[in-house]
């Protein structure tokens, strides 16, 4: 169950019901077991009565954070603004002291650092009640933070469905990621207007650590910020980022050549051209990518063949990265994982050489896929289908430096052109360049 969506009373309900299967459960055991032997069917049923005992202390420690957080925000200005009157009004009574004693005295350097200190716990109070917000503690509907209600009423019998239209509404807004609906508090916004819920933004961030193409997570091609977001986050999932930040950022890349280790050797562990893995501490050779050895490398006879295979056919290695890529539909444009653009047919950094923009097969075989994925292909003559591949050819040409900020949906299951999902129900279609994208690929991989 979501603890964090149902309200109290719907919590409390499910507890006690889960409570009585359990009793029933008990009950019915026919105690066929041997002496001093704990069957599974023991465990599970204390596993679920722990697990019960845990949800409901949550549930009290929940209603006990909404408590103090009404209470910060309801009062928490008061209090500031009264404990700034009254620091002052020390402050002012100990000058006074050190006027009667000394008419030349001036105030201290005491009291600019109280004020300091003032302002500084007032912005620590407001950092607290924001978090306190952000992380939505006890937020169980539109009285969450609402200071009129009361901390009695969070275990009382459900409201009716005539009282619950007539009370205030909170606002909610939607998550572009999973579609649900959330106070505007709870969602991380992002510079392109678009909004995630904590638990959509964290998938995303794991998501970019394993899978290249989607770091730094982004979405609309525009970065989204770790830093703002650093309370959807735990402290854990922000250091592993900041260590992929360092691995992804780094040219050349070596890992440790023990294929059951393959760590990442950053470069501060490189000395003499040699990696100590920070892990298990095997050394590497960063230009063979091999274990340590004198002289020179020795012939990678697995590697060469991957790249024999390659020139055979037609297929272009990343200068940046190494890796190897096969362009399956579009220009000779190639953008690869690690962010290196080149020339598909040459090799070279893109725009830097004089190949010809498109490979005229490639190019018809791409019009000619996008004109049979039609709903009316079939009814359609061969005039007609002729014409259609010719305009879908000069849209292509004309197009191919697209930024990908028109959608329509398309009905079917379909597959995914960037990342080879199949999508069952829908997927997205540009309008201009024809590609055809899921959801994770059109907001965080285009």
Not at 80 to 96: K, L
Request: hydrophobic share 30%; with cysteine; proline share 5%.
């Amino acid at each position: 169950m979501d603890t964090f969506v149902m309200d109290q009373d719907s919590l409390m309900l499910a507890i006690q019901l889960q409570r009585e299967d359990l009793e029933l459960w008990d009950k019915s055991r026919k105690g066929k077991h041997r002496d001093g032997e704990i069957p599974d069917s023991d465990l599970a049923l204390e596993t679920c009565r722990y697990e019960l005992e845990s949800l409901e202390n949550l549930i009290s420690d929940r209603a006990l954070s909404l408590s103090i957080a009404r209470a910060v925000e309801a009062d928490g200005g008061a209090i500031a603004a009264a404990r700034t009157v009254e620091g002052q009004a020390a402050r002012d009574r100990e000058f006074a002291l050190r006027l009667s004693s000394d008419p030349r005295a001036r105030p201290g350097p005491s009291q600019t650092k109280a004020k300091n200190g003032d302002a500084a716990t007032g912005d620590l109070d407001d950092e607290m009640l924001e978090k306190l917000k952000a992380l939505y503690i006890g937020l169980t509907g539109p009285a969450a933070f609402d200071s009129d209600s009361d901390d009695s009423d969070l275990f009382v019998q459900a409201e009716s469905s005539s009282w619950a239209a007539t009370r205030r509404h909170a606002k909610t807004r939607e998550c572009i990621c999973c579609g649900d609906s959330f106070p505007p508090l709870a969602l991380s916004p992002c510079p392109c207007t678009h909004e995630y819920c904590r638990g959509c933004l964290v998938t995303l961030v794991r998501c970019s650590l394993q899978d290249e193409s989607l770091f730094p997570p982004r979405c609309c091609s525009q970065r989204i910020p770790i830093e703002g977001n650093a309370r959807f986050l735990s402290p854990e999932l922000v250091g592993e980022y900041r260590a992929k930040e360092v691995e992804f950022e780094t040219p050349n890349r070596t890992y440790c050549s023990d294929p059951f280790c393959s760590t990442f050797v950053p470069p501060q562990f490189i000395a003499d051209e040699v990696g100590h893995c920070p892990r298990c501490g095997r050394r590497t050779c960063v230009h063979c990518k091999g274990g340590s050895h004198q002289g020179i490398c020795p012939s990678d006879s697995a590697s060469q063949e991957v790249l024999r295979i390659a020139a055979d056919n037609g297929w272009q290695q990343c200068t940046a990265c190494g890796r190897v890529v096969e362009l399956e539909h579009g220009c000779n444009h190639m953008t690869c994982r690690c962010g290196h653009q080149f020339c598909y047919i040459c090799g070279d950094r893109w725009k830097t050489c004089q190949c010809p923009q498109w490979n005229e097969d490639r190019l018809l075989a791409r019009a000619n896929a996008i004109v049979d994925r039609a709903d009316d292909v079939a009814q359609i003559d061969a005039r007609t289908r002729q014409a259609r591949v010719q305009r879908e050819q000069r849209n292509l040409v004309e197009n191919h430096q697209c930024n990908h900020d028109r959608w329509r949906g398309r009905s079917g299951p379909r597959r995914c052109e960037e990342c080879s999902d199949v999508l069952p129900v829908f997927i997205y279609e540009c309008r201009q360049c024809r590609i055809l994208a899921c959801r994770r690929c059109r907001y965080n991989r285009l």
